[in-house]
């Protein structure tokens, strides 16, 4: 079994818990690319949970969800306020990382900002492309500009430029040249 198809089977396991205890999610990470490149092996898998007023906390959230299956378990790092959940039905066991919406992806996982692929929500093309820009930011990875690229010069036409910071992809575009015709398309697009 190819890793693509390890981590789509641990999100799906996730996905019918957490719709099961109406939990708002969407997956996101490299395991976006790999789906829409077919690709067979990748390595990185987030699941962002929507909190919000009078509820509790995403990760509080997971944790119930979670709480009566023998598939998965959690792990709660507090020093970097990080919740770890393991899905132990492959071997290996598969470890999704939880990542409250707003603070990583949109803080509201609805029909505007999610999309089904495989029946498995995961972040729509502008929202995985703002997820991992902010990321990028951050750590610079390689890795990261790689799924961007990708996604930016296959699906640019899908884009709400409104959804990304100009500013950073404007310093990202300055940093991997090859992605410079899509947001250039991208905004005579938006008559920019």
Known sequence: MTETRRLL???????????????????????????????????????IVEGGQHQSHPFRRVRDAIAESEDFSSTLSPWTNRLHVTYR????????????????????????????????PFLTVSEFIRAKLK????????????????????????????????QDMNVFVARNSASQPWWLALKRKYDM
């Open 9 to 47: 089977e641990a999100a799906s396991a996730l996905s019918r818990v957490l719709v099961a205890r109406r939990v708002p999610h969407a997956f996101y990470g490299s395991v976006f690319t790999a789906v829409l490149a077919n690709a067979p092996q990748c390595d990185e898998i987030y699941c």
């Open 135 to 166: 990321t990028w930011m951050i750590r610079m990875s390689d890795k990261d500009a790689e799924d961007i690229s990708y996604v930016l010069s296959r699906y640019w036409n899908r884009v709400d430029i409104n959804r990304i910071p100009e």
């Open 89 to 120: 039905r492959p071997i290996p066991a598969i470890e999704i990382e939880i990542l409250p919406a707003g603070e990583a992806g949109p803080r509201r996982l609805d029909a505007s900002t999610i999309m089904s692929i495989q029946r498995i």
